[in-house]
T-cell receptor, first 112, second 112 residues
């Protein structure tokens, strides 16, 4: 099993550009999450989803959007990139009733 | 969500047992305690989870006193490869609470 796959691994954006961070899981997990991690800090929850068609805001949702049209995919959209969005982004998933999250390897985003 | 407090950093030597304590005074009845390990440039990895008393797996042990206001992650005979950040998280996994909030974690540095 591939687990949680994130693409791209690295990206440099200019201020004001847009992009989509992709996240796919092949474990049939209902719950999916997006976190960001700034240097030397813990993870901050951006958005999460409890199933296809259902999403909700986390701690730091401003500047981001998500959608969940299928169980497998949970893309994160940045519409107008700002330097404050420079971070490492992690996608994670877990099955219903289980307590172990599986994380992807992350996307390192730099906004200049 | 229950707030957790952990030491910012700890030092140890190879072969020693390491105990990392986490305080969670406001833990709710339905909350579980989960620990994750994160290496640089990687997503967090699930280590262990418990509700009360003691839980042991092939990697670590988790000790939870009767009042559940704290927990201790025990790593037996650490090696250099155990150098990482360790996160203690508290939360329930159903109903209105479907997400985990990460703190800043404990940076464990293992020296030869």
């Amino acid at each position: 099993n591939a687990g949680v796959t994130q693409t791209p691994k690295f990206r440099i954006l200019k201020i004001g550009q847009s992009m989509t961070l992709q996240c796919t899981q092949d474990m049939n997990h209902n719950y999916m999450y997006w976190y960001r991690q700034d240097p030397g800090m813990g993870l901050k929850l951006i958005y999460y989803s409890v199933g296809a068609g259902i999403t909700d805001k986390g701690e730091v949702p401003n500047g981001y959007n998500v959608s969940r049209s299928t169980t497998e995919d949970f893309p994160l959209r940045l519409e107008l990139a700002a330097p404050s969005q420079t971070s490492v982004y992690f996608c994670a998933s877990r099955p219903t009733g289980d307590y172990g999250y599986t994380f992807g390897s992350g996307t390192r985003l730099t906004v200049v | 969500l229950a707030k957790t407090t952990q030491p910012i950093s700890m030092d140890s030597y190879e072969g020693q047992e390491v105990n990392i304590t986490c305080s969670h005074n406001n833990i709710a009845t339905n909350d579980y305690i989960t620990w994750y390990q994160q290496f640089p440039s990687q997503g967090p990895r699930f280590i262990i989870q418990g509700y009360k008393t003691k839980v042991t797996n092939e990697v670590a042990s988790l000790f939870i006193p009767a009042d559940r206001k704290s927990s201790t992650l025990s790593l037996p005979r650490v090696s250099l490869s155990d150098t990482a950040v360790y996160y203690c998280l508290v939360g329930s996994y159903g109903g209105a609470t479907n997400k985990l909030i990460f703190g800043t974690g404990t940076l464990l540095a293992v020296q030869p």
